[in-house]
């Protein structure tokens, strides 16, 4: 795997920042490559450079919030995703917001989705969307963040 991403320096990326983030590929789409190339020549882990996501996992290339120190080769993210109609019901594990909230010109309604919370290679962080979030923003998933798991 790749060291840090070339393209982003350190000093781009704050806790908090909203980044791009690419989460791997999806099992099902790994096992018809798979198949194919087994009739072919010999399947190779390099095709999956990001690592296998199972069912649910986020996968792919998805936005979201920097969490842990930025210094660290690995470092938690909450991925952000397209709002779905039941994520109001889970708001002690979800952030529902509009898209134009905090600042964040979001193409569309949106999720955090604080319960996917995810620990990944800094390699895996594609793009910096923006370096700095609304502070109330920041506090907000740090506070569920630390509740979810009975932090003091």
């Known amino acids: 795997m790749k060291m840090f991403n070339k393209k982003i320096k350190l000093y781009d990326i704050e806790i908090g920042s909203l980044v791009w983030v690419e989460f791997g590929e999806t099992k099902h789409i790994f096992l018809k490559k798979m198949q194919k190339q087994l009739k072919e020549e010999c399947f190779s882990l390099d095709d999956c450079p990001h690592g296998l996501n199972l069912l649910h996992e986020f996968s792919y290339l998805h936005m979201a919030f920097l969490l842990t ?3 660290n080769k690995i470092v938690a993210v ?18 529902v917001l509009e898209k ?8 569309k309604k949106s999720t955090i989705k604080l319960d ?3 620990f ?8 910096v969307q ?3 979030i609304n502070k109330t923003l920041k506090h907000l998933i ?3 963040v630390q509740d979810m798991f009975h932090f003091s």
């Open 100 to 107: 134009n909230d905090f600042g964040l010109n979001l193409i």
């Open 78 to 95: 909450v991925p952000i995703t397209e709002y779905k109609d039941r994520d109001d019901d889970y708001l002690n594990v979800n952030i």
């Open 116 to 118: 996917q919370l995810r």
């Open 69 to 71: 120190n930025k210094v």
């Open 142 to 144: 740090l506070k569920k």
């Open 130 to 132: 923006k370096k700095y």
């Open 120 to 127: 990944v290679d800094k390699s895996r962080i594609i793009k």
